[in-house]
């Protein structure tokens, strides 16, 4: 089953409006990450906060981490058209070689 | 520096044909992994594979499905008797460190089409 799962499934802002976008998870982690999918296209890594902390920033992106919630959050400040994509986050269970576990995603579009 | 590269990027089959799809890591990257993407839907885990060693093929189906990295040349999944429920797109990641701890490079995927 998935680790982590996104909330909202889908996302429709105007131009220049913040998104957010939530994810879940059910067990303790090293880390989580969130990837960035443009349609058709392959994932590309946009941030990762390690468990021991709590906000990080990128850009026009900001992250947390509530590991007592066992959930994160992706804003995307001053959306663009550009940012029109799906984005997932993914955890690493903490035990172990376990591999990334994906979520399926937040579907957002920024309308101009 | 060449990203993770995937070949083909499109592959049709028809039933019960063979599909052998192809990644090459980044150059430096001993760790490579296999999802599969059903459409609007997050990537399953498949398999991760170091040089010439399995080490996790927890998410590939029992019958079928094979992966190999050999110590020459690209990884390979090869999925034998292909059905309509194959169709997917398959991504292929890989990463210089063991594990989980940093962040997967993903190739553009193979998108496999079972008429």
């Known amino acids: 089953s998935q680790q982590g799962e996104e909330d909202p499934q889908a996302l429709s802002i105007q131009e220049g409006e913040n998104a957010t976008m939530n994810c879940s998870y059910k067990?303790?982690?090293?880390?989580l990450q969130w990837y960035r999918q443009n349609s058709g296209r392959g994932l590309v890594h946009l941030i990762l906060?390690?468990?021991?902390?709590r906000e990080k920033h990128s850009g026009r992106l900001r992250v947390t981490l509530d590991t007592s919630k066992k959930s994160s959050s992706l804003l995307i400040t001053a959306s663009r058209a550009a940012d029109t994509a799906s984005y997932f986050c993914?955890?690493?269970?903490?035990?172990?070689?376990?591999?990334?576990?994906f979520g399926k995603g937040t579907r957002l579009s920024v309308i101009a | 520096n060449a990203g993770v590269m995937q070949n083909p990027r499109h592959l049709v089959r028809r039933r019960g044909q063979e599909a052998r799809l192809r990644c090459s890591p980044m150059?430096?990257?001993?760790?490579v992994y296999w999802y599969r993407q059903l459409p609007e839907e997050g990537l399953k885990f498949m398999v991760y594979?170091?040089?010439?060693?399995?080490?996790?093929e927890s998410g590939m189906p029992k019958e079928r499905f094979s992966a190999e990295f050999p110590k020459e040349g690209p990884s390979i999944l090869r999925i034998q008797q292909v059905v309509r429920g194959d169709s997917a797109a398959y991504f292929c990641?890989?990463?210089?460190?063991?594990?989980?701890?940093?962040?997967?490079?993903f190739g553009e995927g193979s998108r496999l089409t079972v008429l």
């Open positions: 990641a890989s990463s210089p460190r063991t594990g989980n701890t940093g962040e997967l490079f």
């Open positions: 067990t303790s982690i090293n880390n």
């Open positions: 906060i390690r468990s021991n902390e």
């Open positions: 993914a955890t690493d269970a903490n035990s172990g070689n376990t591999p990334l576990v």
């Open positions: 150059k430096g990257h001993s760790h």
């Open positions: 594979l170091q040089k010439e060693n399995i080490i996790d």
